[in-house]
Nanobody, 123 residues
Framework: QVQLVESGGGLVQAGDSLTLTCAASEGTLGDDAVGWFRQAPGKERLFVGA????????FFASSVKGRFSISRDNAKNTVHLQMNSLKPEDTAVYFCGTTSYGLATQSSPYHTWGQGTQVTVSS
């Protein structure tokens, strides 16, 4: 029932910060964990980070650990991905997804996805 929409992408320079938002446009996030994935042209969709249903637990890919953070507001049905110290290799389409299986680093457990938002980081 839930529908997700990502927003906040854009063009930035290396070292800049950007905040992405995942919002439930229909339905609610409920007790689902929310994951962020990214996909560059010609590459597979890869795990970025995820947050548990209550925001108490987060997990990040090693490539972004220490630079990215996730916050969750269930009352507003939104999840934010704060990206700092952006690098050109962060350039990709970013997707958020929901899963009832808890934190997962593979895409298959996520049952609902948004359309994605483009993040481009210039050198």
């Amino acid at each position: 029932q839930v529908q997700l929409v990502e927003s906040g992408g854009g063009l930035v320079q290396a070292g800049d910060s950007l905040t992405l938002t995942c919002a439930a446009s229909e339905g609610t996030l409920g007790d689902d964990a929310v994951g962020w994935f990214r996909q560059a042209p010609g590459k597979e969709r890869l795990f970025v980070g995820a947050v548990s249903w209550n925001g108490a637990s987060t997990f990040f890919a090693s490539s972004v650990k220490g630079r990215f953070s996730i916050s969750r507001d269930n009352a507003k049905n939104t999840v934010h991905l704060q990206m700092n110290s952006l690098k050109p290799e962060d350039t990709a389409v970013y997707f958020c997804g929901t899963t009832s299986y808890g934190l997962a680093t593979q895409s298959s457990p996520y049952h609902t996805w948004g359309q994605g938002t483009q993040v481009t980081v210039s050198s």
